[in-house]
């Protein structure tokens, strides 16, 4: 638990300073010393991440949640066990965790395995110890309950349908919250994609690859750029309430 504070307390440039530490450290690999097996990686680690950020999107578009905590402590000044949160207890964690090894998998270094892997599974794995002790302790039977009901990093299915039925996504602040981690991870992919080509086949011989990589990435800088400017001008504002669907014709929306 002692850990699990420490890591949550600076994981913010904690744990890109880790990775950028094990990519200096360790050469990338073709995977099985082939481009198109190397490519077949390179896709799987590329849907990992997108998967995780998927769930990111979902969680945080259904139901706002005090993400970064209170003076880069764990906090909550409520037990939210609304929208993903009613099928499993720490689905942004479980996002976050599959970006990262989407982005190990994608650089296929060995000491990624060896050392990358490892560390981001035990440093996610003491969060959720230290975020369960609070949780526990500020919320006592009500969080026990919650435990015994939801798995903990599992999904449960059961009423997950009429969960997001009563519910309407809120892409605004989807876009708000997440816009930044999706663009750190989109940097990621494509620089370790290009320093995988360089120093494997050298710039001469990947010269095309690299070029459309660069326009990847001058894109999602683009992107970034938008979507900073969007949220600093106020037109991506919407409440931080989970939105209620009518259920009648006297229902009118409210927040939960």
Not at 150 to 158: C, D, I, W
Not at 203 to 221: E, F, H, I
Request: some cysteine; proline content about 4%.
């Amino acid at each position: 638990m002692r850990a699990g504070s420490f890591f949550f307390r600076f994981r913010d440039f904690l744990f890109p300073a880790v990775f950028i530490a094990l990519a200096i450290g360790g050469r990338p690999h073709l995977f099985g010393g082939s481009l198109l097996s190397d490519l077949v990686m390179d896709l799987l680690g590329v849907s990992l991440v997108i998967t995780g950020h998927a769930i990111r999107a979902i969680v945080i578009g259904y139901v706002y949640i005090e993400r970064g905590g209170k003076n880069k402590r764990v906090h909550a000044s409520k037990l939210v066990q609304g929208g993903v949160f009613a099928h499993c207890r720490n689905p942004l964690y479980v996002g976050n965790i599959l970006v990262y090894m989407g982005l190990i998998l994608t650089y296929n270094a060995p000491l990624m395995y060896a050392v990358g892997l490892p560390f981001f599974l035990f440093a996610y794995y003491s969060i959720v110890n230290a975020e369960e002790n609070f949780l526990r302790t500020k919320f006592g039977k009500e969080y026990v309950d919650y435990c015994a009901r939801v798995p903990r990093f599992l999904l449960s299915l059961k009423g997950v349908t009429k969960t997001f039925a009563c519910m309407e996504y809120d892409w605004k602040r989807t876009l708000r919250k997440d816009y930044g981690s999706v663009y750190a991870s989109t940097v990621g992919i494509i620089s370790i994609m290009m320093w995988e080509r360089i120093s494997n086949a050298g710039v001469p011989d990947t010269r095309g690859q690299l070029q459309r990589l660069v326009l990847l990435l001058l894109a999602a800088s683009l992107g970034y750029i938008l979507a900073r400017y969007l949220k600093k001008s106020g037109r991506l504002d919407s409440s931080e309430e989970p939105i209620i669907k009518p259920q009648g014709p006297q229902s009118s929306r409210r927040a939960a």
